[in-house]
């Protein structure tokens, strides 16, 4: 549906207001994902257990069924303490949210890209809130996340009385790095995964065969994933925690966030770093260098 829609929807993204308004029926994700294999991650142990229901992973150590390996995701509970976590939501609506699709309202901070194109372009972009400049400046003690140059850093908001959701996805692959980062600041919430069977020309996944990757050497070699297609893997988000993306749940896997996952407000961080070419050294690095100069500053 082309229509243009108040609401901020538009194509095949659709809320609860819209779908009310022009009579859009949306397919039941939930239902259809629930008849494969489910699994639900333990952050405490690493493995993923049998089930649906997100507090499965809250019975550790006592899982259920056979555990599977997971590989490519790491969480870290707490992440934010609760006074960083309301200092950080009051700081966050301080500034002006825009209307987005699917229900949300996001800030953004960042260069402006081009994904079929493949073009790159410094556009408004002049840095971070400076009230937010502490939670890049905590990912230092995330060993995972050594290297990692913010170019992107977006705040995305949730709102349950409008059925907000984010259908399933790759982040791309032309620009955004190997390491996709979330801060869940408010409101528990759930990542679902499902194997991608596409083509590999979506989301610029061809150009992934390019790169090397910039995780270290024992990382890197602990990604292997052996799961049949018939399987969907949840991940938890609770309230103040930071979520990793990379390697086979990065590139082989969509991720969502299903509308029944969103019960109360959600609000997190989104961070992308670059691709291995547009960093020092590679090809492109001269038509990103003033964005990694401008992603330098706090304002």
Not at 204 to 231: A, F, H, M, P, W
Request: hydrophobic fraction near 30%; aromatic fraction near 10%; glycine fraction near 6%.
């Amino acid at each position: 549906m082309e229509t243009v829609r108040p609401c901020g929807c538009k194509g095949i993204r659709s809320c609860l207001i819209c779908e009310a308004k022009y009579k859009i029926s949306k397919p039941d994700l939930k239902e259809v994902l629930q008849e494969s294999k489910c699994y639900v991650y333990c952050p405490y142990c690493d493995k993923s257990s049998p089930g649906w229901d997100i507090d499965e992973y809250k019975k550790h150590p006592h899982h259920d069924g056979n555990l599977i390996d997971y590989p490519g995701v790491y969480i870290k509970l707490n992440f934010l303490n609760e006074d960083e976590a309301n200092k950080l939501m009051e700081a966050l609506d301080y500034l002006p949210w825009q209307t987005s699709q699917s229900g949300r309202r996001k800030q953004n901070f960042g260069p402006k890209c081009n994904f079929k194109k493949r073009k790159l372009r410094l556009g408004v972009f002049d840095g971070f809130p400076k009230t937010t400049q502490f939670v890049q400046s905590k990912f230092e003690e995330i060993p995972l996340l050594h290297g990692f140059r913010t170019v992107e850093q977006c705040s995305l908001e949730y709102d349950p009385e409008r059925g907000a959701s984010i259908d399933p996805h790759i982040d791309d692959c032309w620009i955004w790095g190997e390491r996709i980062v979330t801060v869940n600041i408010l409101g528990d919430s759930v990542l679902t995964m499902t194997p991608y069977r596409g083509p590999i020309t979506r989301y610029n996944l061809d150009c992934v065969s390019n790169y090397n990757s910039i995780l270290e050497k024992g990382i890197r070699d602990n990604t292997q994933i052996d799961i049949d297609d018939n399987v969907v893997v949840r991940l938890p988000m609770p309230a103040r925690s930071l979520m990793i993306l990379y390697g086979p749940a990065r590139y082989q896997w969509e991720h969502s966030v299903l509308r029944q996952d969103i019960t109360s407000r959600r609000v997190c961080l989104a961070y992308r770093e670059l691709t291995p070419p547009y960093l020092e050294n590679g090809g492109h690095h001269e038509e990103a260098s003033e964005i990694l100069r401008q992603a330098l500053l706090f304002w």
